[in-house]
């Protein structure tokens, strides 16, 4: 069983800088590809940032350079480090998590598990 809870969203102004957190409680993220989801009000939700079993990580377009997801195996922590902050960043974000072997993570793979988001908020 996979259960994410996330943390540290909140309001930003633009070019800010804001780290979510996502726990899981009770299945070891090592085993996991865990991933990094938003939607924008008015938009589909979109993968952002994908970190596999094997350490890979992928990152979308619209982030690539500005955001930095990692792994805190000790906590069991994922985290999505956000930096140089734009206003279309504003979204709610969401952890989620995919079973299965190293190879498949991608921003446009299936995930099993999801957390409740956390909302961020940019203001210019």
């Known amino acids: 069983q996979v259960q994410l809870v996330e943390s540290g969203g909140g309001s930003v102004q633009a070019g800010g800088s804001l780290r979510l957190s996502c726990v899981d409680s009770i299945y070891s993220i090592s085993g996991l590809c865990m991933a990094w989801f938003r939607q924008a009000p008015g938009k589909e939700r979109e993968g952002i940032a994908t970190f596999d079993r094997d350490g890979t990580t992928v990152y979308a377009d619209s982030v690539k350079g500005r955001f930095t997801i990692s792994k805190d195996y000790s906590k069991n922590t994922l985290y999505l480090e956000m930096a140089s902050m734009k206003s279309e960043d504003t979204a709610m974000y969401y952890c989620?998590?995919?079973?299965?072997?190293?190879?498949?993570?991608?921003?446009?793979?299936?995930?099993?598990?999801w957390g409740k988001g956390t909302l961020v908020t940019i203001s210019s």
């Open positions: 989620a998590a995919r079973l299965g072997p190293a190879g498949d993570c991608g921003l446009q793979s299936d995930m099993h598990y």
